[in-house]
């Protein structure tokens, strides 16, 4: 049966984003800065504070204009930005009309008509797709993950008098071009900036917050939960500890196993093999076994260097699975050659890994903290990794991608692999279902 849509519930606004929600207005002191930026910590109340500000202000100030709505990627921008703004219309008493197709939203309201054209700016590219439009505003969620070219052509669209821009991120490094170019240049370019807490959010209760204090260490835990633009550098999983992350034997009841890859010939070739149960932030890992060979040969151990083609790595993945041919197998998204021989085999759930590297490192990094992800001692070259996996410190430029040193890392690539392919792929946390197969 149909009803009546459920209306955004507003809650209480802490001080900054009351600050985020009003600065534009001709009675506050910030009226006559030409934007916004809002960093810090997740889940801070940062994007529904800027979003319902932006909507507001645009609706409020404009009518037949053009404005700019920027993420990472559309689909990303729908999820985090554009569904729950879709929720606050009838609060701000408009109407929406989404065009997907056009990647274009039509919001009228109090007389007043406006279009809002939605863009990803992942890559290079993806500036040529915002040239040639006049703009009156530009809201970019994520900016840091944005790349520099296509905030700079955006924001140099914004050629109506009165035009703004509206940006939030989470930190990254120190020397990101956003932080060297926007946040510390901010008086300068006359923008307000606001640098967030998660107590910011008051809707957070105290053991949400003491949840997610002890997700993170390290350098995620300086950027997620201090706010801080920290470098990367050191070993990667200090968290790691054979306490609380190696074990003999599972230690709760599996509801399904995969097995994740990372591709070499000359370089090692690795195989996990991991059992996993819950959703969400609560989902547990164990990898019990693993498969290595090293093209190069080992003369610690007087094996000589053969390389292996991907016939012969089909033929021992089958004597790894035991000959089951349903077993879901995740590859490093660049090992295309192995995963066609694997599927003309019969292997019949082979996919790509996702290679979003300090995502699945941060999902690595918050699994091994929490005690979520443990590992059998029989996994010694995984173990032997786990010390020498640093991040690349000579690496951490403008581009603000942190990556690990390309040394020691291919079973800790694979770890990374399998965890943050089924994270996205079970994501959204509800109870275990009762009677499901037991791995053996």
């Known amino acids: 049966m149909g009803g009546k849509k459920k209306e955004f519930a507003f809650q209480h606004f802490s001080e900054k984003q009351l600050k985020i929600l009003t600065w534009w207005r001709e009675a506050s002191p910030y009226a006559g800065c030409d934007g916004v930026i809002a960093d810090g910590a997740i889940r801070s109340g940062k994007t529904v504070s800027m ?70 700016g992942k890559d290079e590219g993806s500036q040529d797709l915002i040239q ?76 949400t917050l003491a949840r997610y204090r002890a997700m993170y260490t390290g350098v995620f835990a300086r950027r997620f939960v201090l706010g801080e633009w920290a470098a990367a550098d050191g070993v990667i999983y200090p968290m790691f500890c054979e306490e609380n992350n190696i074990r003999e034997d599972l230690t709760f009841q599996p509801e399904r196993e995969f097995i994740a890859v990372d591709y070499g010939t000359f370089n090692p070739c690795v195989f996990l093999h991991f059992f996993a149960a819950g959703r969400g932030d609560d989902i547990r890992y164990y990898v019990d076994r693993e498969y290595y060979h090293n093209g190069r040969g080992d003369d610690a151990r007087g094996q000589r260097a053969v390389q292996k083609d991907d016939g012969q790595y089909a033929a021992d993945m089958l004597r790894f699975v035991g000959g089951r041919k349903d077993i879901p197998i995740i590859i490093d998204p660049s090992a295309s050659s192995l995963m066609t021989r694997l599927r003309h085999e019969g292997f019949v759930n082979v996919y790509p890994a996702k290679n979003a590297v300090a995502k699945g490192i941060s999902a690595v990094a918050s699994a091994f903290g929490q005690g979520r992800l443990c590992l059998s001692p029989e996994c010694r070259h995984t173990l032997a990794e786990l010390p020498s996996y640093v991040w690349d410190v000579k690496h951490a430029d403008r581009s603000g991608e942190d990556k690990p040193l390309k040394e020691n890392d291919h079973c800790c690539d694979a ?20 009677g499901r197969r037991t791995c053996r």
């Not at 956003?178 to 107590?199: C, S």
């Open 132 to 207: 040639g439009i006049t703009l009156a505003g530009a809201f970019f969620d994520e900016a840091a993950l944005m790349t520099e070219s296509f905030v700079n052509q955006a924001t140099a669209r914004c050629s109506v008098e009165g035009a703004k821009w509206w940006f939030n991120c989470n930190p990254e490094g120190p020397f990101h071009w956003f932080k060297t170019g926007w946040i510390d240049r901010a008086d300068e370019r006359n923008l307000l900036y606001l640098h967030f807490l998660m107590t910011d959010n008051q809707t957070l209760s105290e053991k």
């Open 415 to 434: 770890l990374r692999y399998g965890v943050y392919f089924d994270l996205l792929h079970h994501a959204a946390a509800r109870p275990s279902v009762a």
């Open 51 to 120: 979003s319902l500000s932006f909507m507001m202000w645009a609706m409020e100030t404009f009518n037949g204009s053009n404005f700019a709505i920027c993420g990472k990627t559309i689909g990303s921008l729908r999820r985090n930005v554009i569904a729950p703004l879709k929720q606050m219309m009838p609060s701000l008493r408009c109407q929406c009309v989404d065009k997907h197709t056009e990647n274009l939203l039509v919001v009228t309201g109090r007389g007043r008509t406006n279009y809002f054209y939605l863009f990803g």
